[in-house]
């Protein structure tokens, strides 16, 4: 819990990160010495080979925590290259101040975060330190992750708990700490949360006047669903200009596992590119077919089985321990989905693997298809059959599923087949409990439930970390004792070091996964909401907890996520639009179907309506986009203003260059600095870079030499740490891989005395 | 005649336009002599104070018509400028070397006309002349445009004679002559004949091996469509982004009609914008619906009416002169349409100038929609009304029309109401009309008929002229003389004039009905190719030769279109997707009906299978767009490498310049000079602008005062043309509107002496 003690306002000093920019984890449980002191050498050899400074200290069980800092001036020049390409690439218009030595501030920590990040993940032809974490030769580096600014976390939590809706000033702290991709998915449950207002104040008046299954909230529902999903395009879009992320898609540079079949000197840029044919991998992307023909089989099989079982037991099974039978299915079908999932998951990722994208981008946005696909069947398919096969189709084939009787095994007479009614209100119900106690259940299998189990995990955890302490005590020798000695934190970095351990320990965020949760709840209101007038009510009081338990999971739960850019909440948007479209045709067919009895409903009839409610859709659907892009043209054509400002600028420059006779400057060509981000006043942790001069010969100071006053900037305790610890004297980086080398044979010595447990965490 | 004369290969000298940029026709039959002067002084005055050159001549009856020049440096400088501006928007992505006197040299016909045509229609403030033909106080000028290139076109024409395809080198060409407006849709034309052949050679193997609707024909098709759509998408922008004009549109200026009702000045660009609210357009844009419906409405009338009597005489009328009567509603609806669709016309019209759009490209636009609906009911009606009604409900609907015998007026019996049967073939029939018979009757009366009718009115025109002639020979006295002599023209301007004439005459062309006329043949074959699998072949044939007539209608019987520059066929893109779309539907339909016996079609089943199709459809359409962008990714993507090309430039000039210690020159940042498009190795008519220098002071040369050697450019005949007719002396502007004054003087002389008729013509 060592990890969450600093969230208290009065932690201060304890939330200092120390200058660590970035940590890596190498866990060597299961290999031998000689091969773990081979690969960690290499590890700290690539790492100061990239220009980065680092510090080991041992984790939790048989793991080492590599501490890595960049060189200010090293970082600032990274920042600036990473702009100028940016630049080059047209994300932005103006071309940055400088030249090949300049040392740029970051606006936001993200930026800067994001500048660390590639220069440990980079291949080294671009500089990079290339370290991929759980891959080819770095797969035992399990985990690799920036340290959570606990102050500012605090800060936003504290705040939001007070106020009601999100301001664009609290999207540009989460974007300017955790980057776009982050920062996307809170404008959209921010975005999607007030819009769910209108429908959550009609549905209460419907609720009271109207009643379910009624025609005008279903128009009004499916209007909705149309509006908000071409509304929300076009806020993707003022949003990514906003952030100026705008395309960022196309200078992501290439997966390591990417494999080429050729190289092609591009004819205009002169660039190196290397391409995989894209008919071939149009080839290999049909392969989604299959998968998700077996997807919908193996999902499909087991609710469809679960679905008849249920309604065997409940409708038609009359025999002994009816009420405890009425609970199996459900139990079978919630213990069997851990297993068909995680085996789809990985037909998933192989076909992806296969499927040979370019960007880890390209590769996230096909892999969310896949688990859009599986998500769709699992949270969607139950309720469509209550929908659409139980409720209309019950009294034909409920009887049937009275295999007990066919048998001869029914123990008591029950009712003849013509007797048999189905229960109509078994739809609503369902939908009741869907917007309602599901999505509670659901906030605490994502929030709540991971915190106890980290909570306990961290108590036991201590628990056995004492133990062997108590244990290295008891057989202390002489042999021992410098080992022994390595492994006991110095005071003044215990706590930090606790609270690094904790985050080695935490899972990762992943973004994708809240966003789908997000468009399964939208997808819910779009196919049913017309059942139950009070599901947004429902929706929106959710999505209030919802916004702050997933900031709670992101800064407290995991491990801070690598500041990734985007320019939009990625393939779920397809989703919506795809939902939006399908919950007009069901919104139709439920109306037609519930309204009156069911009985009296004709199948030509229903076709009709649900044939007519789809080209409404699509004549809606036209009319909705043409209009909102009309009306919100400026928010688009800001982008063309701002590159005309530009251009303008650049033309006088030459102008005035031209008539005063001064050779116009390549300066001219940029514009106003940029606005920086910072929070409650509070200066970041490190000190401003903006400060920092290159060093006079013009080159970024050599690796390892840090010069002495970017030490001082820090606080004491980050001197400290940076310069070693002070029992061992080292401080050169040849001394950190001893260093190193050292724990990972203490740490042995305890593996192999067998008493500190391979500590492996499934989360 | 005499316009035609010079389209002989030996016409050489014949084909000199004497260097005349524009031509401007000013008609004053119907105004007083007093009113015509003042006008007439002021025309003059606002070109010459653009800094036009002007000539004028007299033209056929009570008109004059103004030759217009803009000086090379002029012109020049007007190119230098406009490139400028792409630049600024973001058209092109270098910016052009030069600095405020730059002088460029036009890269094609097309951009020198674009800027004459700017210097004469932009307002005074935007440094043109404002002449608006047929607007406010221009409204007595009844054409503008430029002469047309006699020697590329014939060229041209002869070269498409012989060969099968256009090449890219044509639509080249036909964009460096007319513009981008028109060379999209010889693009657009040829890419659809093209695509052409894949369901004509299968047409031909289906209609030897399947028959009529077909399930595999059909299906075929209507990928056909979706394919041909999805990839016209990808070529429009492949093509915009060949000839740079992507994005063309937001660069061009305002309508002169265009009424805002606040300026803003946009606070990135620092620009003054003129603003009328995007709701209060879209508000007037909804009277599209009542627009729609009232020429649904008067449109549909007319042809259910047509259609029932024609059904009701050939099917139910066995009266007297049946033979003849068969005719009566097919005569009477030709008729009362000409009627009823300049009625719409007009109230589109008076719809789209009530929208206030801001340019002439969105006005243009909204007036294309409409006459998209116009035409969609007309073309497609009377086909809808024969597969969907008449055969289907024939046996229902056709006795009841028999309301002879229900008045007792029937003249002898007829078989029971039972015994009626439809004719099921009467569909096919139609198609094939379509596709055949219309094809070619539609060519004859786009083509041919104005062709005749222009050689009638030519020589009815110098019948007339003669006669005149002949009354002025009479009638001459002293007071006359100089007037009759100054409306002869000069022996080595005659030719020149009469052709000039000849196209003041001519039509004005509209590429926009040019490109509908296609977008319906492609409807015919979405909506009820099916039927008949050979009308793939019959399009394709016609294509061969619309084609080639659409140019001969461009190049000899229209006026040359300003070259206006678009980066897309427009509207009747969506009208395509529309098609598109309807015609899966109507495809999935017309097989359902048609293929067994219609008595046993039951509606429940027709519905499922046009609901099917559908969502066929949609999936289709969104795979097909997918995998095509996928495919032609490098095509879209060439813009951004183009643009990457030049930011790196840019940044290697500042490396260079801050390594060298040079100043980075601003030139630094243009690359290769463009590449001229010149027609069959012949030098332009005008001598090349690049060797001219801007003058010593740096300033245009002063209106009027024409430098010796410009005039030398050309040929003698082109300088005899600008300094006026010898005989009257006169070479200075201000002479010149005196010799325009005299010309109107005895033009309505004669006007007032009766013996010239009031030449209007009314095409």
Known sequence: MSWLAGYGKDAGEENDNLGVDWVLQYEFGD?????AIAEYRTLIHDLTEAGLRVQARHGHGASLLVCIRVP?????????????KDWLCGITHTLPVGDEHTVAAADTPAEELRSVYHTITWQKELGGAGVTPKFGKWKHVTASFPLHDQDACGDLL???????????EDLDIIRALFGEKVAFYYAFIQCYSLFLIVPAVLGVIGWMYLGPYSIVYGTVLCLWCIVFV??????????????????????????????????IRDPITGQLEQVFPAWKQLLRQLLLIPFASVATLALGTLIVVTFASEVFISEVYDGPLKGYLEFVPTVLFSLSLPVITPFLTNMATWLTDYENYRTQDLYDLAQTQKTFVMHFITAFLPTILTAYVYVPFGTLIVPRLDLLRRTGLETKSISPYTDFQVDTTRFQQEVIYLSMTAQVLNFGQEVVLPYVKQTLWQKWRSYSDRKAEMGRKRRSSISASLSNFLLIDLPNEASFLARVRAEADADEYNVEEDILEMCVQFGYLALFGVAWSLVPLGFLLNNWLELRGDFFKLTLECQRPPPIRSDSIGPSLLGLEFL???????????????????????????????????????ATRFTVATALRKIFS????????????????VLAARTA????????????????????????????VYCSTTDIEPSPDGTPSPTGELSHDEVLCGSDREAQFWNGPKHTHISTTTDMTDAGIKLIRALNTHKTAGHAPKMSKTA
């Not at 090293?74 to 290259?81: D, E, V």
């Open 31 to 35: 290999i031998d010495q000689a091969q």
């Open 158 to 168: 504290r705040k939001w708990s007070k106020a009601t809706v999100l301001t664009a």
């Open 580 to 618: 939006a479209w399908l919950g007009t045709l069901s919104t139709a067919a439920i109306v037609h179907l519930y309204r009156g009895p069911i009985s009296e409903v004709r199948l030509s009839y229903l076709l009709l309506t649900v044939f007519i409610a789809e080209q409404a859709y699509l």
């Open 634 to 649: 400026d928010t688009i054509s800001r982008e063309e203003a701002r590159r005309y400002a530009v251009r303008k600028g």
């Open 657 to 684: 260059a031209a008539e005063g006779g001064v050779s116009s400057s390549p300066e001219l060509l940029t514009t106003k600095p940029r606005h920086r981000v910072r929070f409650n006043e509070k200066v970041n």
């Open 230 to 263: 071409e509304y929300w395009k076009i806020r993707e879009a003022d949003l990514s200009l906003r952030w100026g992320v705008k395309g960022v898609a196309r200078l992501k540079v290439n997966r390591v596992q990417y494999q080429w079949e050729k190289e």
């Open 72 to 84: 200010r001036d090293q970082l600032g020049h990274m920042i600036h290259k990473s702009r100028l």
